[in-house]
């Protein structure tokens, strides 16, 4: 069995790639490239820092004109309304003018005023058209859309971890386990993998605040916990860490997506 | 033949955790320099050395245009056989500190990036006795077998800013000094 390990600064963090395989060395290295080239195709596409992305695009033309989507944009953000409203509105992308006005993300010239948030965007068959000026930010769930994505160029006989600055995937998962940094001191606990992706979201290292925005108040969080979300596709843990934050009981999601919830500290 | 010099010891990653002044420092290495030279460059490419020295002027010059810091003097780079640079370089951020290989192309652009060790410090211990125990006696040369040793972590995403800056600091010194050597 050959092992290969790499890290690569992307995705605004840290990625870690382990794979293991039999197979050669150079097999293994032209494997994780087409991960990290992977992972770099996404970022193109839904980053917020970058002017030429196509969510850029999207936040600068879709109050003019109704923007036609990739196939990823569109399943991103299809998920992204999905969850909107499996969350009574509490999972909401119309936080990037939040953003913006607090300085956690660069403002961008061009862009009107940001006013409306998830009900005035219209997404339709691979369309999209805001009935209002939005800014929509990625953050909370393209990490996670990217480690699924990357991890897809896999062949099935690959062993591989992923880790993009804490929302990891795995595979085999099965009697592995995982260490979480405990809330403000970074003791690692212990956790057992209960699905192929976990992700976890805390303030811990954010110099801006927290990095989860209350949509109905449009201010970042102020709560110590870490919140760790295990579930069978990196997207979905990744996008419910943001909810657990926001929603005192997030049982029937946690149920709706077969996912698995993790506190550790105290708001 | 080829293939065996590419990636001439099967990489293994190595992992270890050692204490500082009561703070845990994790560390995990990743693509040897040689590896990533192949990587970054491709296998057919030759690599000199070569040892520069920064001067007191040079280093300020560098510091100002990029707005960051210049912590060495001394720089580890290698010349392609194209008049591309291949430079090691520690980055020293706030939580992280990494040992990162850069490839600067002729025309002063950025071909590839590589983290060949990454430290992440921990601000007390770690409490699982058992979770610290897999790393007595441990080398490099153990066959270390995916997350059967590698331990994932999972946490606050932790931003690679400071490697932002840290190219930013080695851009500049291609343009102040190796694009005229």
């Known amino acids: 069995m050959k092992t290969l390990s790499r890290c ?11 794979l293991a395989q039999e197979t050669d060395d150079d097999s293994l290295l032209q494997l994780s490239e087409a991960v990290f080239a992977e992972i770099e195709r996404i970022e193109a596409i839904m980053s917020f820092h970058r002017s ?9 033309d879709a109050f003019r004109q109704p923007v036609v989507l990739s196939s990823e944009m569109n399943e991103l953000l299809s998920f992204c309304a999905e969850l909107y409203d499996r969350s009574g509105g509490t999972f909401d992308v119309t936080v990037g003018g939040d953003m913006v006005k607090r300085g956690a993300l660069p403002g961008q010239n061009g862009f009107a005023e940001p006013r409306g948030r998830w009900d005035a965007v219209r997404l339709e068959a691979g369309r999209i058209f805001f009935g209002q000026p939005v800014l929509l930010d990625l953050g909370g769930v393209a990490k996670g859309y990217a480690v699924d994505k990357a991890m897809a ?8 971890v992923l880790n993009a600055g804490g929302d990891l995937k795995m595979r085999p998962w ?3 386990t995982v260490g979480v940094r405990e809330p403000s001191g970074g003791a690692l606990h212990h956790l057992d993998m209960q699905a192929a992706a976990l992700a976890t979201s805390s303030a811990e290292f954010h110099e801006q605040g927290h990095p989860v925005t209350n949509p109905k108040s449009g201010r970042p969080l102020e709560d110590a916990r870490v919140i760790s979300v295990f579930a069978s596709s990196c997207m979905v843990a990744d996008a419910l860490t943001k909810c657990a934050f926001l929603q005192e009981d997030t049982h029937h999601l946690t149920m709706m997506y077969d996912a698995e919830c993790v506190c550790l500290g105290s708001p | 033949m080829h293939r065996r010099s590419f990636l001439g010891n099967a990489a293994v990653a190595a992992a270890g955790a050692f204490c500082l002044n009561g703070q845990v420092v994790w560390a995990e290495t990743f693509l040897t320099v040689e590896q990533a030279q192949k990587v970054l460059w491709g296998s057919a490419n030759t690599f000199t050395p070569s040892h520069i020295q920064l001067t007191k002027d040079e280093m300020k010059a560098i510091a100002k245009a990029s707005k960051v810091r210049v912590r060495r003097s001394r720089l580890q780079v290698w010349r392609t056989a194209e008049k591309g640079w291949f430079i090691v370089d520690q980055v020293i951020g706030k939580h992280e500190n990494i040992d990162l290989a850069v490839a600067i192309d002729v025309n002063g652009k950025v071909k590839g990036l590589e983290v060949l060790t990454y430290r992440e410090t921990y601000g007390h211990e770690i409490r699982n006795d058992q979770w610290r125990a897999q790393f007595h006696g441990k080398g490099t040369e153990a066959d270390l077998r995916l997350n059967k040793e590698i331990r994932n972590i999972s946490g606050a995403t932790l931003s690679c800013r400071h490697v932002t800056d840290g190219v930013n600091r080695l851009l500049h010194t291609w343009h102040h000094v190796l694009r005229h050597l």
């Open chain 1, 52 to 60: 030429e992305s196509e969510l850029s695009r999207v936040n600068r």
């Open chain 1, 8 to 18: 690569k600064p992307a995705l605004g963090t840290y990625v870690k790639l382990h």
């Open chain 1, 153 to 160: 160029v896999l062949p099935p006989d690959c062993q591989a």
């Open chain 1, 174 to 176: 099965r009697h592995r």
